[in-house]
């Protein structure tokens, strides 16, 4: 396996196919050379047969949903999926917060509206929420503000939303002010 930005060439049995790639599964991927196994998804158009790849099963039914909305090709679906990760997506769209979904690439309000409104229903029936009810610990309030001001700041500046997530989390266990933790978290996306 070999990784450049969001595609990567995957050798199976001595065949290699180039797999695009949600930035949140780049993150997740063994070493080159390590073995992977990805759950695939081919796309054909007129032009092109693309296969795109996800980690889990839920990534990908989302990926589909989200391609049959009107407007959501798979660029867009892959931004969504990459930049807010899949439980966030979910989150969002259940409780129809277009606004968060708009801080994927390409994403407009009116398409997020339009992914509210039609995938609301079909999340909710095919329970890809459970997962999020599952994965969220409880936290204090206060703790989750000043965790969201964080990656806010980071997002704000301009850095994606996993990049800014795992700085602040690296920053949180290094300082306790948000300011040292800002100033920390920026440290390390400089690198």
């Known amino acids: 396996m070999e990784v450049q930005g969001a595609t990567a060439v995957v050798d199976a049995c001595g065949v290699g196919y180039e797999v695009v790639l949600p930035e949140s599964v780049v993150f997740q991927l063994p070493s080159v050379g390590e073995s992977v196994d990805l759950l695939i998804r ?3 158009r007129e032009d092109s047969l693309t296969l795109y790849g996800f980690v889990t099963r839920d990534e990908r039914r989302l990926f589909d949903l989200l391609m049959e909305v009107n407007g959501c090709g798979p660029r867009i679906a892959l931004g ?16 129809q917060d277009a606004k968060a979904l708009t801080r994927a690439p390409g994403v407009g309000p009116k398409l997020a509206e339009r992914v509210i409104l039609e995938l609301k229903e079909k999340i909710a029936q095919e329970n890809l929420h459970r997962k999020i009810e599952r994965s969220t610990p409880a936290r204090s309030s206060v703790r989750a503000g000043r965790e969201d001001a964080l990656v806010e700041a980071l997002l704000v500046l301009g850095f994606r939303r996993l990049e800014a997530e795992s700085a602040a989390a690296d920053a949180k266990e290094q300082a306790e002010g948000v300011e040292e933790q800002l100033k920390l978290a920026l440290r390390s996306l400089s690198k």
């Open 42 to 44: 081919t796309v054909v």
């Open 80 to 95: 969504l999926i990459g930049q807010l990760g899949e439980e966030t997506v979910c989150a969002a769209i259940l409780a």
